[in-house]
Antibody, heavy 129, light 108 residues
Framework: QVQLQQSGPGLVKPSQTLSLNCAIS??????????WNWIRQSPSRGLEWLGR?????????DYAASVKSRITINPDTSKNQFSLQLKFVTPEDTAVYYC???????????????????WGQGTLVTVSS | EIVLTQSPGTLSLSPGERATLSCRAS???????LAWYQQKPGQAPRLLIY???SRATGIPDRFTGSGSGTDFTLTISRLEPEDFAVYYC?????????FGPGTKVDIK
């Protein structure tokens, strides 16, 4: 059974950097059939995919255009986890942040890396001074 | 960007009743790559349906997804108490992958 455990602060000051970690159990951040994602949810923006990291002989990242200039997602193979950093935050970045596994294999077939089958518990991050 | 519109915004029903939720896309969803998620208060979304009609592992058969192109439907044949939640559709065939705004199914 895959479990994702999030950690990180719930309050960040404007212009500072939001940092969250997602520890993986039951799978590997280096899996070649999954991608490791960050998704956020707010009343104003709904569910919004932010980005992902995945391993296919090399490490790759994809980021949403809306945050591309401010976001970094990094794997940590020694701890089997991945992280989110979002720089220069504003109150508009206030949201519940989730980590999620994308892609799964069942019945001999593997499915899209943008199907999110396991999620972390969510972290409410408030941007406020 | 494909915009997903869900209707109704809220559906008020009683346990045992049938729920029909709609998701309409602003353009055709590639390969019917349309998923449905369920979210309960304080919890993360849970994958129910992918590929428009395939149930995810462990999802009861009272949940049925259907549709193609731009019009998709999630049907819950007989509502159980644990089914009262918010349901989101997601298209994952085109970049950027997008979610709908959700339909809340609450108890009448």
């Amino acid at each position: 059974q895959v479990q994702l455990q999030q950690s990180g602060p719930g309050l960040v000051k404007p212009s500072q950097t939001l940092s969250l970690n997602c520890a993986i159990s039951g799978d590997s951040v280096s899996s070649t059939s999954a991608a490791w994602n960050w998704i956020r949810q707010s009343p104003s923006r709904g569910l919004e995919w932010l980005g992902r990291t995945y391993y296919r002989s090399n490490w790759y990242n994809d980021y949403a255009a809306s945050v591309k200039s401010r976001i970094t997602i990094n794997p940590d193979t020694s701890k089997n986890q991945f992280s989110l950093q979002l720089k220069f935050v504003t109150p508009e970045d206030t949201a519940v942040y989730y980590c999620a596994r994308g892609g799964f294999c069942t019945g001999g077939s593997c499915y899209s890396l943008f199907l999110f089958d396991y999620w972390g518990q969510g972290t409410l991050v408030t941007v406020s001074s | 960007e494909i915009v997903l519109t869900q209707s109704p915004g809220t559906l008020s029903l009683s346990p045992g009743e049938r729920a029909t939720l709609s998701c309409r896309a602003s353009q055709s969803v590639s390969s019917n790559y349309l998923a449905w998620y369920q979210q309960k208060p304080g919890q993360a979304p849970r994958l129910l349906i992918y590929g428009a009609s395939s149930r995810a592992t462990g999802i009861p058969d009272r949940f049925t997804g259907s549709g193609s192109g731009t019009d998709f439907t999630l049907t819950i044949s007989r509502l159980e108490p644990e089914d009262f939640a918010v349901y989101y559709c997601q298209q994952y065939g085109s970049s950027p992958r997008t979610f709908g705004p959700g339909t809340k199914v609450d108890i009448k």
